[in-house]
């Protein structure tokens, strides 16, 4: 593909509910990013994977939030129990090593 | 303290306007990203510096390590311009800190 893709690009969720977002990087880029992005706030890094394995899950907030790639491609961040304050955009980036390549965002509104 | 500051936080400027936006950090990094954010939240990387200047088109972005600063520049103003501006650097694990962003909106 051309860039970095992720689904869906806005999804409405009551609280308590379970989401799973997704992000395609571009092919052949090992290294793979999650941030999320409040209102009026700069992104802030949630997880970040080399090939199948997260290398740095520092930034995930709590135990409700899970990430999976299971055959280093596409990825899935997954919000269990959603809270009105994970209302955000998810940005994921990919990379080759250096530049980093954006996504488009999933915006994530929980009622 | 944010490890990276930006500002202003927001700027609105005429048509033709010289823009200046910076960047101040507060870490060691091993590269600056300046990047562009339009409604709806899709981010575009505009330069990944770790020296000196770089040059794309009407923007221009240099950093200063001693100083840890950028700044980034657009010349000839155009209101196709308004966006939200990011700056984020990268440390040596390629985790990137985001500032909070500089709004800008160019009026016709």
């Known amino acids: 593909g051309a860039g970095v893709s992720q689904t869906p690009s806005n999804k409405v969720t009551e609280k308590g509910k379970y989401v799973e977002l997704r992000c395609d990087p571009i092919?052949?880029?090992?290294?793979l990013y999650w941030y999320r992005q409040s209102l009026g706030q700069g992104p802030e890094f949630l997880i970040y994977f080399q090939g199948t394995g997260a290398a740095d899950d520092s930034g995930l907030p709590n135990d409700r939030f899970f990430a999976v790639r299971p055959e280093g491609s596409v990825s899935t961040l997954k919000i269990q129990r959603t809270e009105r304050g994970d209302s955000a955009v998810y940005l994921c980036?990919?990379?080759?090593?250096?530049?980093?390549?954006f996504g488009p965002g999933t915006r994530l509104t929980v009622l | 303290k944010n490890e990276v500051e930006q500002s202003p936080q927001n700027l609105t400027a005429q048509e033709g306007e010289f823009i200046t936006i910076n960047c101040s950090y507060s870490v060691g990094i091993s590269a600056l990203h300046w990047l562009q954010q339009h409604p709806g939240g899709g981010i575009v990387s505009l330069f990944m510096?770790?020296?000196g200047k770089k040059k794309h088109g009407r923007l221009i972005a240099t950093i200063n390590i001693q100083e840890k600063h950028s700044s980034l520049h657009i010349t000839a103003s155009h209101p196709r311009d308004s966006a939200v501006y990011i700056c984020a650097v990268g440390g040596r694990d390629d985790k990137i800190i985001f500032g909070k962003g500089t709004r800008l909106h160019i009026l016709p």
């Open positions: 510096l770790s020296s």
């Open positions: 980036a990919s990379s080759a090593g250096g530049t980093q390549y």
């Open positions: 092919s052949g880029h090992t290294a």
